[in-house]
């Protein structure tokens, strides 16, 4: 996941602390003792989140490609990203969790 969050979304890694950020942002990541993986289902995980243009979906859509080629791992064959345009994107990453990525509209 840190792979994904630094390279896709270009998010500053502390990997000696399991710290991602970006700006004001910082997420730390924990990993889940054995005893409660068995029962962790990924599946319900979602992110969400809105961009200001399809331009930005783009982008997005571009470095997931990249990170998947840069990867060469087999596991990702599920992450999809659509090469044309789009208004809403949908990634799934190899845990199992969705990214959502939305066209902001404007009322």
């Known amino acids: ?13 502390d990997p000696e ?3 991602v ?3 004001p942002l910082q997420l730390k ?9 068995e029962n962790f289902q990924s599946l319900g995980i979602k992110f969400a989140f809105k961009t200001k ?21 087999k596991s990702l064959s599920e992450v999809v990203c659509p090469q044309e345009q789009v208004e809403s994107l949908s990634i799934k ?3 199992g969790r969705i ?3 939305d066209v902001e509209t404007i009322q």
């Not at 996941?1 to 890694?13: G, I, P, Q, T």
């Open 1 to 13: 996941m840190m792979d994904f969050l630094s390279d896709v979304f270009e998010f500053d890694v």
């Open 17 to 19: 602390q399991d710290l």
């Open 21 to 23: 950020f970006s700006g």
């Open 29 to 37: 990541l924990v990993e889940l003792p054995a005893s409660q993986k």
């Open 53 to 73: 243009n399809t331009e930005e979906l783009e982008e997005i859509v571009n470095k997931c490609n990249f990170f998947i080629y840069r990867k060469e791992d």
């Open 93 to 95: 990453d190899i845990d």
């Open 99 to 101: 990214w959502q990525f």
